[in-house]
């Protein structure tokens, strides 16, 4: 018997594709895809600007060859100058596409032949007519305005006008012309009315030649998106008898120029605080420019009311360069400085801050502003006193006051709020019996050899620098010997662990003489107390604090300026010093809730 082995072997074979070719596979016929179809929309978007193209330049040639087949007469503006038949503003359909046409028609006074005011004078200035059709469409995608011009000229000879002409000039705060500003004219006194949107040329002009005579007849107005607006005003009214700018006249054969100021607006970011930095809402205020649009009498062009809002913020936008007067309406509370100092200049396309320094009325008040007469720069360390019937006080410009001057509310109080309160004493003080004065606590006569109040913290609001400790009175009973009123004071920006040191910096020295200064090694703290010690050489005396202050200077206290409160209507004498300067003094009158007085030192 015979075996037969088969050795042959199974050759696989494969069928389709895998999942990684057909992945591939998807991607590159993805991408090819897109690519084809981008190409194609993008082939499609030319086409179609294309067309939109030749669509728009075969409006504007349509547009034109209407008017050059327009008697001449007829080549104008409906209600504009010249006055004709032709519509300023419309819109057109064409294959679907809404173009909006815009037609501007001037009369051009050509110097060939001289000029309307010139030498020689031309009496007949409107020589041809300048005819320009701007096409835009507003829902087409990239498609920049176009713009197709001619000239009309008459086919017969030119006769004398009867008309005037009237040029617009606008100018910017430096005096730059501005180009593309938007004029509006109007003549009301003609029937139909004149009306006229125009904008300046590249020099800031708008020339209208060939303009109907009239007595105040043409109201012009000149802006631009983000400036400012200048204008004429009617004479007569009852707001403004007397307009700076009346409305413009044109004469017969003669020229008439106006022009108008106007720039990029600004916007004030107003704030409403305390010389400590507090938050004052809802102060109301006027705010005044200087620029006026008619005399006898004055008219202010910017005169308005505003009011802060809970947060004591307020932002004033489109406001014009100018200098600015500020003044509260508040019935409880006063003006008692701005920073910058007023008036305040804005200059174009500014933000500018500005802060309102307020404090409750009590009841009168007078801010003096002091500044160097050469460059109107504010002045600080100016000693400015006041004094009058029962009435002497003296302040420094550039520095603000913590004062206290009443401890009947007892301690407990860490924080400064009820200034009638302290923080702590060590029970030996008294003051209860007579409001408004600590003194050492006595029973039938016999006080207690010494104690000690450490004040609550007074809060700066910020980095502040502090100057001097004064108190009252500034002399104490002799028998009680010296120094039986002494102060140490304390400061740092956490508002914890103080320690009360003296006029070197130690803790070991004291402050005994009204109207030290106080350590440098306080400057920049934004909190501060102060700590009273009391003593007695005898058991039947005892000395007596009435008042405590601190002088200090932050970013919160207004520069070059004082504000004196308490005042009763009445004549005071004003007296301001400073060293390398003149003197100033005079005579003020009292009469007002509240007053400013400004004052111009001239260097000696």
Known sequence: MFFQTNNRRTVPHDFGFSLAEIIVGAALFALIAVAVYQGYASLSVLVSAGRVKTLAADLANEEIEIIKNLPFEQVGIVSGIPVG???????VNKSGFDFNVV????????????????????????????????????TCRDFPTMNMSARIS???????????ALFVKVFDANGIPVPQADVHIENNQLNPAIIIDEVTNNNGELQIVDAPPGVNAYEVTATKSGFTTDRTYPPGAPTNPNPSKPHSTVVLQQVTQVSFLIDKT??????????????????????????VIGTSPDVLKYSATHSTDSFGSLLIPGIEWDSYLIQSLSSSLDLVGTNPVMPFSVLPDAVQDVRLIMQPKDPNTLLVVVKDLNSQLPLSDVAVTLTGTNYNQSLVTDRGFLRQTDWSGGGG???????????TSDGNVDTTTS???????????????????????????????????????????????????????????????????????????????????????????RYFRYKLFL???????????????????????PPGQVSFSGLSDGTYT???????????????????????????????
Request: proline share 7%; charged share 15%.
């Open 85 to 91: 038949v032709i519509e300023r503003d419309k819109t």
């Open 103 to 138: 037609t501007t028609v001037r009369n051009i006074d050509d110097p060939f032949d001289g000029q309307i005011g010139g030498d020689p004078n031309d009496l007949s200035p409107a020589d041809y007519k300048l005819v320009q059709v701007d096409i835009s469409c507003p």
């Open 154 to 164: 008459p086919k017969n000879l030119e006769t004398a006008s009867a008309n005037g």
């Open 266 to 291: 600004s916007t004030l970011n107003v704030s409403s605080i305390t010389d400590d930095c507090a938050i004052v809402p809802s102060a109301s205020f006027s705010m005044d420019g200087t620029k």
């Open 413 to 423: 109080q860490s924080m400064i709020g009820n200034p009638n309160q302290y923080d």
């Open 435 to 525: 409001p408004g004065e600590v003194t050492l606590f006595g029973s039938f006569g016999v006080f207690a050899p010494s104690g000690n109040l450490t004040s609550s913290t007074f809060d700066t609001g910020t980095s502040s620098d502090f100057y001097q400790i004064n108190w009252k009175p500034v002399d104490q009973p002799p028998q009680t010997g010296f120094p039986s009123a002494k102060f140490q004071v304390g400061s740092n920006n956490t508002d914890s662990q103080w320690q009360y040191d003296g006029p070197d910096g130690t803790q070991g020295t004291y402050y005994d003489v009204t109207n030290s200064n106080i350590h440098s090694s306080h400057s920049g703290h």
């Open 535 to 557: 003593s007695t050489a005898v058991s039947t005396s005892t000395p007596n604090i009435s008042e405590v202050s601190v002088v200090f200077t932050s970013s919160c206290i």
């Open 574 to 604: 004003l007296n301001v010093t400073k060293p390398g300067y003149g003197d100033h003094q005079v005579q003020l009158n009292i009469s007002n809730s509240w007053q400013s007085y400004s004052v111009e030192l001239s260097p000696s």
